[in-house]
């Protein structure tokens, strides 16, 4: 029982290097979720998708993008990577419905030099 | 979504019952009280959620007052694993928040030996 799988786990980057972070789950959820976090922070959302080929931009979206073609995967993108965006990101998924819990992968944890 | 409150931290002996209070005065009809622990920035795991009625499950009591205004988490015999941040959340899907989870400080729970 995988639930929520983030790949990969960590990650160095160059200033200005690209890369593609991948969240995949098994549980035939509709809506899947990006969020990061920062030291002393909580979470804030970046993206988020409410179904196959469906995105949306949360709270901090400035500098990713995402792409959900397949309905058990979300992708988040950094086109060119500064060091504001190290940080731990986060990935869920739901229901969408209030009385259903999101579960969250283990995180990515991402350092731009 | 309503505010919650929680205290930054408290301190429990391993074997004894952690009791964690949350209050969400604002908490409207339709939100539901979650609660979620994240241990070491691994990612947030689910504990456990209600509306009104008090919910137990194989990891935690909820308690929810009659009027919905505050609530407690119950850990009945905590060991040293369940050293963790612990986030209170009031959640409703519908309406602006696209079924965001909104993350606010938590308490930092230490359960010692």
């Known amino acids: 029982n995988a639930g929520v799988t983030q790949t990969p786990k960590f990650r160095v980057l160059k200033t200005g290097q690209s890369m593609t972070l991948l969240c995949a789950q098994d549980?035939?959820?509709?809506?899947m979720y990006w969020y990061r976090q920062d030291p002393g922070m909580g979470l804030r959302l970046i993206h988020y998708?409410?179904?196959?080929?469906?995105?949306a931009k949360g709270e901090v979206p400035d500098g990713y993008n995402v792409s959900r073609l397949k309905k058990q995967n979300f992708l988040l993108g950094l086109e060119s990577a500064a060091p504001s965006q190290t940080s731990v990101y986060f990935c869920?998924?739901?229901?969408?419905?209030?009385?259903?819990?999101?579960?969250f992968g283990d995180g990515t944890r991402l350092s731009i030099l | 979504d309503a505010k919650t409150t929680q205290p930054p931290s408290m301190d429990c002996a391993e074997g004894r019952a952690a009791n964690l209070p949350c209050n969400h005065s604002?908490?409207?009809?339709?939100?539901?009280v979650y609660w979620y622990r994240q241990i070491h920035s691994q990612g947030p795991q689910y504990i456990i959620h209600g509306l009104k009625n008090n919910e137990t499950n194989e990891m935690a009591s909820l308690i929810i007052t009659e009027d919905r205004k505050s609530s407690t988490l119950i850990l009945p015999h905590a060991t040293l694993r369940d050293t963790a941040v612990y986030y209170c959340i009031v959640f409703n899907a519908g309406g602006t928040s696209y079924g965001k989870l909104t993350f606010g400080q938590g308490t930092i729970l230490t359960v010692h030996p």
């Open positions: 998708s409410v179904g196959e080929g469906t995105t």
């Open positions: 869920a998924s739901g229901r969408g419905l209030s009385n259903q819990p999101q579960h």
């Open positions: 549980m035939n959820h509709e809506y």
């Open positions: 604002t908490i409207s009809g339709n939100e539901y």
